[in-house]
């Protein structure tokens, strides 16, 4: 099984500050997703990134896959207590291997 | 469209209790999925289904079984329960195998307590 680390665990910053957390393997991936729980709820997914040196935005929201296909971050500009949660990535292996995630980030904004 | 549920919400057993989680999705998906999420641990896999009729064991199967009881229907079975058990369980769903880009839809999960 292929590990994914993620960085921080846990970030806890005032709302309109900016961050960065992290996913990092030493294997290659053909793609990588990240889902956001939110307390008492399932993940849901945020975005898929296939190609290497892609970077993908959603709102104040930046995804980037590394050139290798090694790695991933995503970056949150303006944070809002509404982005408050759990970060997750995870990679599709395909075929029988479902997904395998990540242990998370947990962030937290503080008004 | 309600996407997954899964009932029950909460489930509280005693040692060697058994109980059946149940997931159902509406959403014409042909794959479904059982992860469980434990603190520091983060979802791992303990069953798929890739379609009607075919389960597949995951990274955690060990002390659950798993019946893909129609396209819709996918549950999750323990024989005898025990503490380490006490977990978060999520169903899933994709219209295929995991593969690169598709996307899993997640049930709001089942918290179980095992005493």
């Known amino acids: 099984t292929q590990l994914l680390e993620q960085s921080p665990q846990f970030l806890s910053i005032q709302e309109g500050e900016n961050l960065t957390v992290y996913c990092n393997s030493s294997?290659?991936?053909?793609?990588l997703q990240w889902y956001r729980q939110e307390p008492g709820e399932g993940p849901v997914l945020l975005v898929t990134?296939?190609?290497?040196?892609e970077v993908k935005k959603l709102k104040r929201l930046t995804f980037q896959f590394g050139d290798a296909r090694k790695d991933s971050s995503l970056h949150i500009t303006a944070a809002q207590p509404g982005d408050t949660g759990l970060y997750l990535c995870a990679y599709t292996g395909g075929g029988a291997d479902g997904l395998t995630f990540g242990k998370g980030t947990h962030l937290i904004i503080q008004p | 469209n309600a996407g997954v549920t899964q009932t029950p919400k909460f489930q509280v057993l005693k040692t060697g209790q058994s109980m059946t989680l149940q997931c159902a999705q509406d959403m014409n998906h042909n794959s479904m999925y059982w992860y469980r999420q434990d603190p520091g641990m983060g979802l791992r896999l303990i069953y798929y289904?890739?379609?009607?009729?075919?389960?597949d064991k995951g990274e955690v199967p060990n002390g659950y079984n798993v019946s893909r009881l129609n396209k819709r229907e996918f549950s999750l079975r323990l024989e005898s329960a025990a503490p380490s058990q006490t977990s978060v369980y999520f169903c899933?769903?994709?219209?295929?195998?995991?593969?690169?880009?598709?996307?899993?839809?997640f049930g709001p999960g089942t918290r179980l307590l095992v005493l």
């Open positions: 294997s290659v991936f053909s793609s």
């Open positions: 899933a769903s994709s219209g295929r195998l995991a593969g690169a880009g598709e996307t899993q839809y």
């Open positions: 289904s890739a379609s009607e009729g075919t389960t």
């Open positions: 990134v296939v190609t290497g040196g």
